[in-house]
């Protein structure tokens, strides 16, 4: 509310005092009040749920924590057909009938009037690790909910939920599945769906705290970025919320809003003038659960058609495609000059092959111990890095070896015309081996100085610079290639986005396209640079199961990506034309700076 305060001062102008009338704008804030919603009031007729009380103590996520949660049951549940669900955090403050929230009120009359499905709500407070005598306990509250991991996700999912669903038939289908929160309880409910859409993907925000306590500044940036997951959010906020040492919450809301639109994500927002409080959440939450869970018998569709990244990047419907499963651990894709991929299955010692047409998958050599990075060569021969036999095998079209380099640690390599530059993680430096020659070292230094693990390793589309990426850093290395063997200027130079629970970003192998791209196989997805080193896009991961270790461009035309994930071997068609060392060199445009 703003008002106008008149006040009266006197001054001294020319030497004659004067009456000097001040206008003053003063914000003042009255105390916030809204009218008590019509579906936040016990209705005639309309069936009443119950709410049942529950403690849980046993989880290994959270390892010592306890806490409380509510399940509200809706009077028309019936246990032969699974429920709808929607779990709010700090659950204790939205049982109560007569309070602010009045969720079982709420439900009742939406699920009467047939404007929410069958819906049982989960109301879970935070974990507390009891203290004991004498001492204090420990909240665990900012460290569950602000996170921006997948961590609260782990614990709901797969420790409270299924003892839940012990007791209520709660559908599996996570277009029917809901979350939501107030302030850090709101950030944790959009993190549970942002990490796991295949759970959740309708949430309700109300405060949220997409500011710099434990990251969540961040998501903002990770919306623009990130392929569109299919989510419904509805976000709420007033002027006069927080602004403190972490940030203001009304901007950081705003710009939480402004992503989500910019990514094409179905989203609502609701503004008002309050504080950081529930008192405008809870008046409009019936309108929020009316518009969330509309046309809840329709899937939560996402399109790429109009997103400014990934438009000219990707292609509307398609999706990853698995090519080969069943192996015990996948890595170091390489394509051939023909198209086709090989792959390599490390425990099982084996070699296997990938046709050009992304069809079948059959093995091409067995017994081939210690292979950790594959790479060919314009005549078809492929070259092995076998890092934990310290030597480097050639391996021609009939599957001939030849071993070509021995006494080295090999991790990753790429194959020039004039030989073949190796990256160390245990020395740790950069090889160079000239065809014929013996290997020399061509970089390494301090940390700080150098890669703390070089790992993965390409050569950009004009062959002049050499990138290599720091397995446990967070950063790409790129290095100018002056003559055969020498290379200068060391930089870190491609920014990688990494969890922010994880102490690195996991970033493995990588691979070129011909505009200059580079494609990073990392923890978050396949990130793809610009020539400057940011990131635009970062491609989801196939599957949330075993680790992205390595990516390549292959087919006839060099635009179909594969990726090795786990025991898998995945491809997907893309509008992104590849680029392998053994093709003729490409400069590519001048990039915007």
């Known amino acids: 509310m703003r008002k106008t305060i008149v006040a009266l001062r006197l ?43 529950y403690h849980f103590a046993n989880s290994s996520v959270f390892p010592g924590t306890e806490r409380d949660y509510f399940v509200y049951v809706p009077a028309q549940y019936d246990a032969a057909k699974p429920a709808a669900l929607m779990v709010f955090q700090d659950g204790g403050g939205y049982l109560n009938r007569k309070g602010n929230w009045r969720v079982p009120v709420v439900f009742d009359n939406l699920i009467h009037k047939g404007e929410m499905p069958v819906t049982i709500a989960v109301m879970v407070n935070p974990g507390v690790v009891p203290g004991g005598d004498d001492a204090q306990s420990r909240f665990n509250r900012s460290y569950e909910y602000d996170s921006v991991s997948d961590r609260y996700a782990t614990f709901l999912i797969d420790e409270l939920l299924p003892v839940v669903k012990q007791k209520y038939n709660i559908t599996d289908d996570p277009n029917l599945r809901g979350i939501g929160g107030s302030s850090s309880g709101a950030i944790a409910a959009f993190g549970v769906a942002w990490h796991r859409p295949d759970q959740f993907r309708r949430v309700f925000s109300t405060v949220g705290t997409y500011v710099g306590l434990r990251g969540g500044n961040e998501y903002p940036t990770l919306v623009r970025k990130t392929e569109p997951k299919p989510l419904r959010v509805f976000l709420q906020d007033g002027r006069n919320d927080l602004d403190i040492y972490a940030g203001s919450w009304w901007n950081a809301n705003q710009t939480m809003l402004s992503a989500l639109q910019w990514a094409g994500y179905q989203v609502k927002n609701e503004w008002g003038d309050g504080g950081h409080n529930g008192k405008h959440g809870a008046a409009i939450m019936p309108d929020a659960m009316r518009w969330l869970w509309q046309d809840a018998d329709k899937p939560i569709e996402v399109t790429i058609d109009e997103h400014p990244e990934l438009k000219d990047r990707l292609i509307p419907g398609e999706t990853w495609e698995m090519v080969s499963d069943g192996h015990r651990y996948t890595e170091g894709p390489a394509v051939a000059p023909d198209g086709s991929v090989f792959f390599i299955d490390g425990p099982a010692a084996e070699i296997w092959k990938v046709n050009a047409d992304g069809k ?234």
């Open 360 to 593: 079948g998958a059959s093995k091409f050599i067995e017994g081939i111990s210690g292979v950790s990075g594959l790479m060919f060569d314009a005549k078809g021969n492929l070259y092995a890095a076998r890092n934990k036999e310290r030597k480097i095998s050639r391996i021609t079209p009939d599957g001939t070896q030849t071993v070509i380099a021995t006494d080295v640690g090999c991790n990753d390599l790429v194959v020039l015309e004039d030989g073949i530059y190796f990256t160390d993680p245990l020395k740790p430096a950069v090889w160079y081996l000239p065809h014929g020659g013996e290997p020399i070292v061509v970089a390494s230094g301090d940390a700080g100085s150098f890669p703390g693990k070089p790992n993965g390793i390409a050569v950009t589309p004009d062959k002049r610079f050499l990138v290599v990426v720091d397995a446990t850093g967070r950063y790409v290395w790129s290095y100018r290639i002056e003559q055969p063997g020498k290379l200068s200027f060391g930089q870190p130079y491609y920014y990688v986005h990494q969890p922010q629970d994880e102490l690195n970003t996991g970033a493995d192998g990588v691979t070129m396209a011909k505009d200059g791209s580079l494609l990073v196989a990392s923890s978050l997805g396949v990130q793809v640079f610009d020539q400057p080193g940011r990131v635009h896009v970062i491609i989801d991961r196939p599957s949330a199961q075993g680790r992205l270790s390595n990516c390549v461009f292959a087919g006839s035309d060099g635009k179909t990506l594969y990726v090795t994930c786990g025991s898998r071997v995945y491809r997907r068609n893309t509008r992104i034309e590849g680029f392998a060392p053994w093709q003729e060199s490409v400069i590519p445009a001048k990039p915007r700076l």
């Open 11 to 53: 001054t001294r102008l020319w030497g004659t005092l004067t009456l000097v009338l001040v206008t003053v704008a003063v914000t003042l804030h009255a105390e916030e009040s809204y009218p008590l919603h019509a579906d936040s009031q016990t209705q005639s007729g309309v069936p009443e749920g119950r709410v049942e009380s």
